[in-house]
């Protein structure tokens, strides 16, 4: 799992680079679920506002999220519980 988190923040830090602001709200968003101040579907919505122009990012999400319970389909909506 952590080999697929990793990968995953090197495919947005290759859009977007570290320093920019848009990679310093996606690794806050980040921050806030793994510290529990966000749930799940919270942060699934942030990040796919965050990264709206940029569909293979929002949908590199399914690869973490528990299928029998969330899920971003090609159009960007969320099916949420």
């Keep these: 799992m952590f080999c697929r988190i990793l990968g995953y923040f090197q ?3 290759r859009a977007y680079p570290v320093e920019s602001e ?7 968003i980040a921050d ?3 510290e529990e101040r966000i749930d799940l579907s919270e942060m ?3 990040f796919t506002n965050l990264f709206r122009d940029e ?3 929002v949908l590199g999400l ?3 999220l528990p299928p029998e319970r969330y ?11």
């Design 71 to 81: 899920h971003i389909n090609s159009d960007l909506s969320l099916e949420l519980p």
């Design 22 to 28: 848009r990679f310093g709200r996606f690794a806050d």
């Design 55 to 57: 569909p293979e990012i």
């Design 32 to 34: 806030d679920w793994q």
């Design 44 to 46: 699934m919505k942030r």
């Design 11 to 13: 495919r947005v830090s």
């Design 62 to 64: 399914n690869e973490f």
